[in-house]
Every structure is written in structure tokens, then in C-alpha cells.
């Protein structure tokens, strides 16, 4: 045979075996074996193209201020991995719109900043990145269990919790010593003696944001046995306890006694000073206004907070379009950094989602304020039935406010709830 021959034939056998093996990849087998589970656990993702340098698109929605602080962090961590970030800001009230039409059209960027409890709901969708399959999965274990447990679904870990900012109650400690008491009220007895000295002072008792409706609930879900939507549906197929009598009596005695705005009582105040002696506001907003104050004099008096059950938590998703998936974790991961955390904290005053961290900054608002923990922020609800309990009190937003606003009675109130599932 010919030598030209054999060069023709020997190059026909190493194309025919390359045709039909199925392993051969020039890339190696660990790069199939990555790709097929990438396949197995979601759809519609491309793998980085490593040639490629595009800016990451990152999406949130908050105040002006808070957005400039977010900006400098951004930016610094996306420095140090050598990346660049492209950073908007939506307006609150028109993002989840946005969200949703950008999803629809593929248009979401590479980064969104999400409400924890609306990553599930993304999640089935398919919209989102499983964070599995990324090199956050080790980072994750660094964050609370709780607000991990918010942001898990179908055995897949969805997001990365960046900040928690609980609802507190403040009360002037001067004022319980007056009406008798050595701490917060804890039963309907002492909520009484409460009541009775402001009426002796001729002043309300409490201030509320009634445009916020989870603060406004989270009040309610401290008043004994628990007046929330969500607690009075829990209880509707009881009969209606004394206890709980005692409850919508309670209710009621307390409406004329409660001041409702439509902002938080404590940056609404002049000079950042209490107006009532009680308020519902959510942490950060109470240790901004303090910090604010300085050299103006800080509260009136030394204040007290009692941690209410709800919080507002936010995460960072990767979305399930991005092409720039590495840089995404890279990034992320130097957002959810106990450094960057801490820079976010001093800046906001919205808690870490790192445990540790969060656990450091508690433990100093306590000695600081003489504050009341009794339990977690999330209270004894698994993460799952927190998520859910949101969608009740959302569905009863008016009925919340109308009862804080003294328009319906207590009793109105509560039949109205217990009505929709007993018509």
C-alpha cells in the first residue's frame, strides 16, 4: 500500500473513533460530568464563556440612600475579583412589575437582590440558579439556618441571605415604672395598667406605621393570645376561648389609644424624639435615628425594645439566563464576606445574615437598649409556614388597618377573618 494511501486511511479510523465515542471531549470528562449535572439540576443556563468580560447586571430596589451605600460596597468587592458591576436601583413599588416582566422576557440581567421570602416563588418558576451548582455552597453554611431555610426549596439551596432587619417595640422604661410595671406587658392585666395611665395623661399610648403592613401585624401577634390574620385563622377552628374573648376586649380597649402615620413613629418625630411612649419600628430605622441624633441629644430617655416575631431578610439570586455565572458566585460570595457584612451593617444598620456576625451586633443592641429577646426573630414558625403567614396578613391589609384605625371594632376585625373560612 502506498504511503499516501495509509496517511488517508489512518486519518478516516481516527475520525470514525471520534464520531463514535461518546466520552471523547477535548475538554476532559470532568467537564461532562459537570455539565450533565448542571442539566439535572436546572434548565436553560449557559456555562461562562471564559473569553467573555461583560459586567455583571445587578438589580435591586431601595431608597436613594441606602443605594449609594450599596453602590460603594458593590463596587469595592467587585474590584477586589476584578469584575465590573452595572448596579440599578427600582423604585419599591414597581419591582415586583419589573421583575416579573423582565423574567418573562429573559431580560432580568445576572444578579437580583430578592425578599427572601419570594425566592421560592421565583424558584418554581425556574428563573433563578440553583446555588449547588456553584462555588457558594460552602458560603451558604456561614449564614442563619433560618433564613436559610427561607430560601430553599425542592432540596436546592436558591440564595444567598444578605441582610435581616427585625420589628421591634420601644418603650420609654420610665413610663412601664409609672403605670406599675417592671418590663414589657406580657398578658392582658398589664396591657390595662397601660392603658389607664394614658388615660390619666390624657395622651396616646403607642405609634404604629400603618403602611407597613407586617410591623402593624407583628404588634398585633404580640398582643395575647396572638390578634395577627394569620393567628386568628390558626385558631378558627376553635371555638371562641375566653382567652381569645379577652384578646378582641383587649383590641378594643387599646384603638383609641394607638396613633397610626404612614411612615415609622421614630423618623417621623421631631428632633428623632419618641412622640408616644411605645412605638413599633423596625431595628435599623431606631438605630439610625439614635445615631442621626447624636450631638442633638438622642431619645428623651433611654429606651427599651421588645423583639417581635417577623422580620425583613433580603438575598441575592443568580438568575437562570445569566452567562456569567462565576463571576456571579465570586461576586456574591464577597458580598456575603464577614468584612463586607460588617461595612453593610455600620452603613445601614441592617443586620448580617452571617450568623456569627448577626449574633455580635444582637448581643451589643442589647446591652445597648435593654433589649428583650425571648425568642428568635422568627419566632417557633419554620421557614416554610413564615412565607405563608405573610400571604394571609397580606390578604388582610385592609382589615389590619382599618381595626389600627379605628374604623371597624376589634370584633369587626376578627369575624371579618374568620368569616372567609367559616361563611
Known amino acids: 500500500m502506498k504511503r499516501r494511501h495509509q496517511v488517508v486511511l489512518f486519518a478516516v479510523l481516527l475520525l470514525s473513533l471520534t464520531i463514535l465515542s461518546p466520552s471523547f471531549d477535548f475538554r476532559g470528562s470532568q467537564h461532562n460530568q459537570g455539565r450533565n449535572q448542571e442539566k439535572d439540576t436546572y434548565t436553560g443556563v449557559s456555562s ?100 436559610r431555610g427561607m430560601t430553599e426549596w425542592n432540596g436546592y439551596q436558591w440564595a444567598m441571605p444578605f441582610d435581616v432587619d427585625p420589628y421591634v417595640m420601644g418603650v420609654i422604661p420610665s413610663y412601664l415604672n409609672e403605670a406599675g410595671l417592671q418590663g414589657f406587658p406580657q398578658n392582658r392585666e398589664q396591657w390595662s395598667k397601660l392603658i389607664k395611665e394614658s388615660q390619666t395623661k390624657s395622651a396616646p399610648l403607642i405609634s404604629l406605621n400603618i403602611d407597613d403592613i407586617y410591623e402593624a401585624s407583628a404588634w398585633l401577634s404580640y398582643l395575647p393570645p396572638g390578634m395577627s390574620p394569620d393567628q386568628i385563622l390558626t385558631m378558627q377552628l376553635t371555638s371562641m376561648t375566653n382567652e381569645f374573648q379577652q384578646g378582641v376586649s383587649l383590641l378594643g380597649e387599646l384603638q383609641p389609644h394607638i396613633v397610626t402615620m404612614s411612615v415609622d413613629p421614630v423618623l417621623s418625630a421631631s ?137 371597624i371594632s376589634a370584633a369587626q376585625y376578627v369575624s371579618s377573618i374568620r368569616k372567609t373560612v367559616n361563611p
Open 48 to 147: 461562562r464563556n471564559e473569553d467573555t468580560s461583560a459586567p455583571l447586571d445587578v438589580l435591586v430596589s431601595m431608597s436613594e440612600e441606602e443605594f449609594a451605600s450599596f453602590q460603594k460596597v458593590a463596587k469595592e468587592v467587585a474590584a477586589s475579583i476584578y469584575v465590573e458591576v452595572n448596579l440599578r436601583n427600582v423604585e419599591p413599588k414597581e419591582y415586583k412589575e419589573v421583575l416579573d416582566r423582565e423574567f418573562s422576557l429573559g431580560e432580568n440581567g445576572d444578579i437580583i437582590l430578592l425578599d427572601s421570602d419570594q425566592v421560592q416563588h421565583y424558584a418554581r418558576k425556574g428563573y433563578l440558579l440553583p446555588l449547588n451548582a456553584t462555588t457558594l455552597s460552602k458560603a451558604l453554611g456561614d449564614s442563619a439556618a433560618e433564613l
Open 271 to 407: 428632633d428623632y424624639k419618641v412622640q408616644t411612649p411605645m412605638f413599633v419600628s423596625t431595628l435599623s430605622r431606631i438605630l439610625h435615628a439614635d445615631e442621626v441624633a447624636k450631638g442633638r441629644g438622642t431619645f428623651s430617655s433611654p429606651v427599651s425594645l421588645q423583639a417581635l416575631r417577623a422580620v425583613e431578610s433580603r438575598s441575592l439570586v443568580i438568575t437562570a439566563g445569566t452567562t456569567e455565572a462565576d463571576a456571579a458566585s465570586r461576586w456574591i460570595e464577597g458580598m456575603a464576606s464577614a468584612v463586607t457584612q460588617k461595612k453593610w451593617y455600620k452603613q445601614t444598620k441592617r443586620l448580617p445574615a452571617r450568623q456569627q456576625e448577626s449574633e455580635k451586633e444582637v448581643g451589643e443592641v442589647r446591652s445597648r437598649y435593654s433589649m428583650v429577646l425571648n425568642q428568635p426573630w422568627f419566632g417557633k414558625e419554620s421557614p416554610v409556614q413564615w412565607i405563608e403567614n405573610k400571604t394571609k396578613i397580606e390578604r388582610f391589609q385592609k382589615r389590619v388597618q382599618q381595626v389600627l384605625e379605628g374604623e
